[in-house]
């Protein structure tokens, strides 16, 4: 494959010189995941975005200030660009790519799972464990976080 004389940059085309080290991404754009539909839910604040896997990603409109002041008709009134991995909103100036979605998908589950497990270990452990490491953090024998 030719490099660009431009550091970082490839000139061919083809779509197996183009792979991505990002996990994301290579989800997207060589396992084909695309968005299929979107339901807006004003009234919950919500976007229900379909994926062709069937799974439903729920996006908190909230977090888009366009969005969030958006009309009902105006949420309405979006379309599906760049081949399936982003959503627009063309008179709200709103492109919102799946790749974003992807990432706070993952974010929110993972701070589902650590709030959970902070949750379920009494205060005071958690104080006395901080006091003990100086902060840093310990493992017991099976490498797993005290």
Same mark, same amino acid.
């Given at each position: 494959?030719?490099?660009?004389? $431009?550091?970082?940059?490839? @000139?061919?085309?083809? $779509? ?11 989800? +997207? #754009?060589?396992?084909? =995941?695309? +968005? ?9 604040? =919500? =976007?229900?975005?379909?994926?062709? @896997? ?7 409109? $909230? ?11 105006? !949420?309405?009134?979006?379309?599906? +660009? ?9 008179? =709200?100036?709103? #492109? ?5 979605? !992807?990432? @706070?998908?993952?974010?929110?589950? !993972?701070?589902?799972?650590?709030? %959970? ?11 006395? %464990? ?11 024998? $099976?490498?797993? +976080?005290?």
């Amino acid at each position: 494959m030719a490099n660009s004389s $431009k550091l970082g940059t490839r @000139t061919s085309v083809r $779509k197996s010189d183009l792979r991505s080290d990002d996990p994301l991404d290579q989800l +997207i #754009h060589e396992g084909g =995941l695309r +968005i299929t539909d979107v339901e807006p839910l004003p009234h919950q604040g =919500l =976007l229900v975005v379909m994926l062709n @896997t069937g799974m439903p990603l729920m996006v908190h409109t $909230k977090h888009f200030p366009r969005l969030a002041k958006a009309s009902a008709a105006q !949420l309405g009134n979006w379309e599906i +660009i760049a081949d399936g991995t982003a959503i627009g909103w063309e008179k =709200l100036d709103e #492109h919102l790519s799946l790749k974003g979605f !992807l990432m @706070t998908e993952v974010r929110n589950e !993972l701070m589902e799972r650590l709030q %959970a497990q902070l949750a379920q270990r009494p205060v005071r452990q958690r104080a006395s %464990a901080s006091k003990r490491s100086g902060g840093r953090l310990e493992r017991n024998s $099976k490498g797993a +976080i005290k």
